[in-house]
């Protein structure tokens, strides 16, 4: 595996003078639900970028916003505060045609294909609708021809076995296959694929996510992949970038293999405690519960003060941690960690550094 420290730094990680316009670049986006019994500020303060054809893995237990960040990304949800901006442009400021080319571009996958494809409709109507709604096919022919070619991509052959299928009648990889060969059909630059294999057995998933990789290499496709795991990451995003995030704001964001080789915050610390460990001898060195002081995940009803992360972490320090929000800080040259004892300590070491090499 290449070596993350020594390998050419990604554009989105040059400075900002020469850097690209981002393919997507969410700017302190915040989503606060309004609810019976008081707001829910599900996300927070969230600022993210993909660069065309690269791989953006956010990563967080349950509950902690993924979703809600990619439904904003997607233009699916309106953000109650911040931008996102497709190519440069807000996608809110957007007129009717372009926000429709937006909508063609970027394509949601979701966890759960059961719930996002019409029971009604086979896998041919399913993948042709786009196709004509979006004037792309000449006809049946051409529609069909297609949609073959789709199926086939999605390796689901030969294609002529499922074109006439209903959802009920195929497995749940089979599904989540269809609903990728209809985002393809549009030829989409970023694909947000929310959990797409979370769902489904292990060996499945592995298949899945192999596919989705080859598409992601051969097409060149962005991708937004959303995962509680971060083996998954890993796995898929290992040559990208992966944000961690903790009831709805990003605690560390930079190279994946910089996240995983070297985890910085505590959360992002605990997450990969939490991944299973095949061999006993490694398996016997985990922390139990992740060294966390507690499992309890905050309400967003009732958000700790300070860092939200205190009441659980191995770090805290009081009058600290339970006063002041950490902002996010870069740690390294391309890494940012939201934590007042990381930042201090990495702080205390560079400037370490830096009297060894002057003395
Ligand atoms: N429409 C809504 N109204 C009120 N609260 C909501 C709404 N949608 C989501 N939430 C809350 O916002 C928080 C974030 O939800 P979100 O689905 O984005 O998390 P997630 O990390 O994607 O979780 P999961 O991995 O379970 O899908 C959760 O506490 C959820 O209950």
Known sequence: MPDPISSDPKSSDRPSSDRQTP?????????????????????????LTVNAGEVLCLVGESGCGKTTTARMAAGLTKP????????????WS?????????????????????ASLNPIRS???TISAPLRKHGLSKGNDDSWKQASELLRRVDLTPPESYLSKFPHQMSGGQRQRVAVARALSLNPKLIIADESTSMLDVSIRVGMLNMLGRLRDELGVG????????????????????AVMYLGEVVEYGPTQQ??????????????????????????????GGGLRSADIPSLAALPSGCTFHPRCPLFEEGLCD??????????SRREVACHVVARESGRAAADASVSVSG
């Open 323 to 332: 006063v002041t929000s950490p902002e996010l800080s870069l740690i390294g």
């Open 123 to 125: 896998v041919y109507k």
């Open 223 to 242: 991708f937004i992949f959303i995962t509680h795991d971060l083996a998954i990451a890993k796995y898929f995003g290992w040559e990208g970038r992966t």
């Open 94 to 114: 957007m007129d009717k045609d372009q926000f429709t080319e937006f909508r063609t571009s970027v394509q949601y996958v979701h966890q759960d294909p059961y």
């Open 80 to 91: 109650t505060d911040g931008t996102v901006a497709y190519n440069g442009q807000d996608i």
């Open 23 to 47: 393919l997507m670049e969410l700017s302190g986006i915040s989503q606060i639900f309004k609810t019976k019994r008081g707001d829910r500020p599900a996300v927070r303060d969230v600022n």
């Open 259 to 288: 996240v995983i080789n070297d985890p910085q915050h505590p959360y992002t610390r605990a997450l990969l405690n939490a991944v299973p460990e095949p061999d006993p001898d490694l398996a016997a060195q985990k922390l139990p």
